[in-house]
């Protein structure tokens, strides 16, 4: 592949680097593609063989497949559309740009846009939207035989044939599921339903959400899920690699809200200055007025900083602290609550089992503050006064209750979020940390008030 890069930078046209492309590996055209100007990308894939174009523009990971379908001939595009896979199909409609998204269903068979209509009209990142329609399915008065010819006739046109769901003849509803390895080995004469695992299969209703699909996949080890309806008829499937992509996505999500910003859903070097700006700026305006009410604790407590600056100096020794725990209580938490290890209800437990380990927590690094000052004074690096033991006992103290305070705030947070219904992971780490640094300043100054009134203060 380095050689396809280095070719085509020293000067290589469309027509030569799609000639050099068309017998790479799938994954590696769409490396090279990506990294290519729209207009170049667009041109060399007008120049591919139509199966290697169609092979493209079915990996999720072609990052710009819609805006590239805007610029191609009319009727390639629409013959593009039509050897896809249904559900990649229908995402990349939904990045279509109108007129030209209704232009090109309207050119679609019948078929197809029944298809692409019925997956188009589940909400994004439901079982309904990633499901495909291409799957195997067959009578229950069926034989093993006429399965596998049958498996044979059709698997062109489908997504995956691991798996082959048996159909009431009658009432058109989902009997039993069958894996492909199971089918081979039995006795082509034998009843297929016969040979099918005994328990009902496992299915997914079209609006679960897709984390939901994913825990149902790697719980039951499936290869893929069918999606049914409330009476039971076969919406389509969802197979194990559309969920890996999905989830791919979802993890991208979740770490840019835990990052404190909005969900960006293009390769970095694609973004705008503007919506750089747009994305970030909203959060961190939020995040700075919540700092605002640190300068103000501040203030509230100017008298006692002017009486023992000494205090001063652990300022930010402590609120990083508290942050830092309380970060780590909502990385634990929000993982928790994505895998369904722990449920709204649980959250009293999750605060009974945070608070001994913040008091634990607070008094290791409490303890560490006191050696630290203790060294220092009698190491003679610096001189903390006559009342240095107050002070260093005043840290700990401190550090104890901000720490502890921390790791309560970092494990119900995302409780709170889910319950008024936002992602858990907008509890992310830099509103914990604002929310500890305006906290820990009370805690700390109210513990200093009551270690060193009368002394310092």
Same mark, same amino acid.
């Given at each position: 592949?380095?050689?396809?890069?280095?070719?085509?930078?020293?000067?290589?046209?469309?027509?030569?680097?799609?000639?050099?492309?068309?017998?790479?590996?799938?994954?590696?055209?769409?490396?090279?593609?990506?990294?290519?100007?729209?207009?170049?990308?667009?041109?060399?894939?007008?120049?591919?063989?139509?199966?290697?174009?169609?092979?493209?523009?079915?990996?999720?990971?072609?990052?710009?497949?819609?805006?590239?379908?805007?610029?191609?001939?009319?009727?390639?595009?629409?013959?593009?559309?039509?050897?896809?896979?249904?559900?990649?199909?229908?995402?990349?409609?939904?990045?279509?740009?109108?007129?030209?998204?209704?232009?090109?269903?309207?050119?679609?068979?019948?078929?197809?846009?029944?298809?692409?209509?019925?997956?188009?009209?589940?909400?994004?990142?439901?079982?309904?939207?990633?499901?495909?329609?291409?799957?195997?399915?067959?009578?229950?008065?069926?034989?093993?035989?006429?399965?596998?010819?049958?498996?044979?006739?059709?698997?062109?046109?489908?997504?995956?044939?691991?798996?082959?769901?048996?159909?009431?003849?009658?009432?058109?509803?989902?009997?039993? #599921?069958?894996? /492909?390895?199971?089918? %081979?080995?039995?006795?082509?004469?034998?009843?297929?339903? @016969?040979?099918? &695992? $005994?328990? !009902?299969?496992?299915?997914?209703?079209?609006?679960?959400?897709?984390?939901?699909?994913?825990?149902?996949?790697?719980?039951?080890?499936?290869?893929?899920?069918?999606?049914?309806?409330?009476?039971?008829?076969?919406?389509?499937?969802?197979?194990?690699?559309?969920?890996?992509?999905?989830?791919?996505?979802?993890?991208?999500?979740?770490?840019?809200?835990?990052?404190?910003?909005?969900?960006?859903?293009?390769?970095?070097?694609?973004?705008?200055?503007?919506?750089?700006?747009?994305?970030?700026?909203?959060?961190?305006?939020?995040?700075?007025?919540?700092?605002?009410?640190?300068?103000?604790?501040?203030?509230?407590?100017?008298?006692?900083?002017?009486? #023992?600056?000494? /205090?001063?100096?652990? %300022?930010?020794?402590?609120?990083?602290?508290?942050?830092? @725990?309380?970060? &780590? $209580?909502? !990385?634990?938490?929000?993982?928790?609550?994505?895998?369904?290890?722990?449920?709204?209800?649980?959250?009293?437990?999750?605060?009974?089992?945070?608070?001994?380990?913040?008091?634990?927590?607070?008094?290791?690094?409490?303890?560490?503050?006191?050696?630290?000052?203790?060294?220092?004074?009698?190491?003679?690096?610096?001189?903390?006064?006559?009342?240095?033991?107050?002070?260093?006992?005043?840290?700990?103290?401190?550090?104890?209750?901000?720490?502890?305070?921390?790791?309560?705030?970092?494990?119900?947070?995302?409780?709170?979020?889910?319950?008024?219904?936002?992602?858990?992971?907008?509890?992310?780490?830099?509103?914990?940390?604002?929310?500890?640094?305006?906290?820990?300043? /009370?805690?700390?100054?109210?513990?200093?008030?009551?270690?060193?009134?009368?002394?310092?203060?």
């Amino acid at each position: 592949m380095q050689a396809t890069r280095t070719a085509f930078e020293a000067g290589q046209n469309p027509a030569a680097l799609a000639a050099q492309l068309a017998p790479q590996h799938v994954a590696d055209i769409v490396e090279v593609l990506n990294e290519q100007p729209t207009e170049t990308a667009s041109s060399v894939l007008a120049l591919l063989p139509h199966e290697r174009a169609v092979e493209v523009f079915d990996q999720p990971e072609f990052d710009a497949s819609a805006e590239i379908l805007q610029r191609l001939p009319v009727e390639q595009a629409t013959t593009l559309l039509r050897g896809m896979s249904e559900d990649r199909a229908a995402e990349v409609f939904r990045q279509l740009d109108e007129p030209v998204r209704s232009h090109l269903f309207a050119r679609l068979d019948p078929e197809t846009r029944v298809s692409l209509q019925q997956l188009l009209s589940y909400p994004p990142d439901t079982a309904g939207s990633l499901m495909t329609t291409e799957f195997v399915s067959v009578p229950a008065t069926w034989t093993v035989g006429q399965t596998l010819q049958h498996i044979r006739e059709v698997e062109s046109t489908r997504e995956t044939v691991y798996a082959i769901y048996i159909i009431d003849p009658m009432a058109q509803t989902l009997l039993r #599921a069958l894996s /492909l390895r199971r089918l %081979i080995i039995s006795d082509p004469n034998a009843d297929i339903l @016969s040979v099918a &695992q $005994a328990q !009902s299969p496992v299915v997914a209703s079209p609006l679960m959400d897709r984390e939901e699909v994913a825990l149902l996949i790697s719980k039951y080890d499936l290869l893929a899920v069918p999606v049914v309806d409330d009476v039971g008829h076969v919406l389509g499937i969802v197979t194990v690699d559309d969920v890996i992509d999905a989830m791919i996505e979802e993890s991208t999500e979740e770490v840019q809200r835990f990052g404190g910003l909005e969900t960006i859903d293009r390769p970095y070097m694609e973004i705008s200055f503007k919506e750089m700006i747009r994305k970030r700026g909203g959060w961190l305006a939020v995040l700075f007025m919540g700092e605002m009410l640190t300068a103000s604790a501040m203030q509230h407590y100017e008298d006692a900083l002017s009486k #023992a600056v000494v /205090l001063t100096l652990f %300022i930010p020794l402590i609120m990083s602290s508290g942050g830092n @725990s309380g970060s &780590q $209580a909502t !990385s634990l938490l929000i993982r928790a609550l994505a895998l369904q290890e722990l449920r709204l209800k649980d959250w009293w437990r999750v605060a009974l089992r945070e608070l001994p380990t913040g008091i634990t927590l607070g008094g290791i690094l409490g303890g560490i503050a006191v050696l630290r000052i203790a060294l220092w004074q009698n190491l003679g690096f610096y001189d903390y006064g006559a009342h240095w033991m107050l002070i260093a006992l005043t840290v700990c103290a401190a550090l104890i209750g901000i720490v502890t305070f921390g790791s309560l705030a970092g494990a119900t947070l995302p409780f709170v979020m889910k319950r008024l219904g936002f992602d858990p992971a907008s509890a992310s780490a830099p509103f914990v940390a604002t929310l500890v640094d305006v906290t820990g300043l /009370l805690i700390y100054f109210s513990i200093a008030l009551a270690f060193l009134s009368g002394t310092l203060l």
